[in-house]
């Protein structure tokens, strides 16, 4: 049974970071891309970032280039996303999501997702 | 960025009912569009993808179909256990983007 199973979410202040874990099992983790979208009451559904297999391959919205960092560790089957000069803006729900194995934009796995609340 | 246009904000339908639902795409996305259920308090779920192909699992009664740029999901039957937002998302061109969703209730 494939899971994904989100970590590290909390309460932090503007301007401060936050790194958020994503851990997987049941499917080959090293075969699959991977991704984060955040959901928010007002924005509703925001992909955020993608990893290549590999991890050499990363993309990322404009809204967080150069604030976040998504990597992974296939060794350990888990990705991550390492988010800086964190703005109120960023409040949200992260979900791990798996792209399907075809079609790299289609994301056929969620996890039950991480709050994340930025505010002093 | 392309704009995904969602309609209806909410929908209340009987049990058994016909329910359509639908997305423009602010251009053209060809068949890169995907349609996802989130069950209230849970995290959304694939349930279409290709505009037509359905994800595994998925029952027979969801169906997706193309007009141009319009998009519709049909649920020909509606079950209690439909109840839930809907969402669509073209997988056209990067950043991927999401409709803002139909809330879908029984009547």
């Known amino acids: 049974e494939v899971q994904l199973v989100e970590s590290g979410g909390g309460l932090v202040q503007p301007g401060r970071s936050l790194k958020l874990s994503c851990a997987a099992s049941?499917?080959?983790?090293?075969?699959?891309?991977m991704a984060w979208v955040r959901q928010t009451p007002t924005k509703g559904l925001e992909w955020v970032a993608s990893?290549?297999?590999?991890?050499?391959?990363?993309y990322y919205r404009d809204s967080v280039k150069g604030r976040f960092t998504i990597s992974r560790d296939n060794a350990k089957n888990t990705q991550y996303l390492q988010m800086d000069s964190l703005r109120s803006e960023d409040t949200a729900t992260y979900y791990c999501?798996?792209?399907?194995?075809?079609?790299?934009?289609?994301?056929?796995?969620w996890g039950p997702g991480t709050m994340v609340t930025v505010s002093s | 960025d392309i704009q995904m246009t969602q309609s209806p904000a909410s929908l209340s339908a009987s049990l058994e009912e016909i329910v359509t639902i639908t997305c423009q795409a602010s251009?053209?996305?060809?068949?890169?569009l995907a349609w996802y259920q989130q069950k209230p308090g849970k995290s959304p779920q694939l349930l279409i993808y290709g505009t037509t192909s359905l994800a595994d699992g998925v029952p027979s009664r969801f169906s997706g179909s193309r007009s141009g740029t319009q998009y519709s999901l049909k649920i020909s039957r509606l079950q209690v256990e439909d109840i839930g937002i809907y969402y669509c998302?073209?997988?056209?061109?990067?950043?991927?983007?999401f409709g803002s969703g139909t809330k879908l209730e029984i009547k």
């Open positions: 251009q053209n996305i060809g068949n890169w």
């Open positions: 998302q073209q997988a056209s061109s990067t950043p991927p983007t």
């Open positions: 999501a798996r792209p399907s194995v075809r079609y790299y934009w289609y994301f056929d796995f």
């Open positions: 990893i290549s297999t590999g991890g050499g391959n990363t």
């Open positions: 049941g499917f080959t983790f090293s075969n699959y891309g």
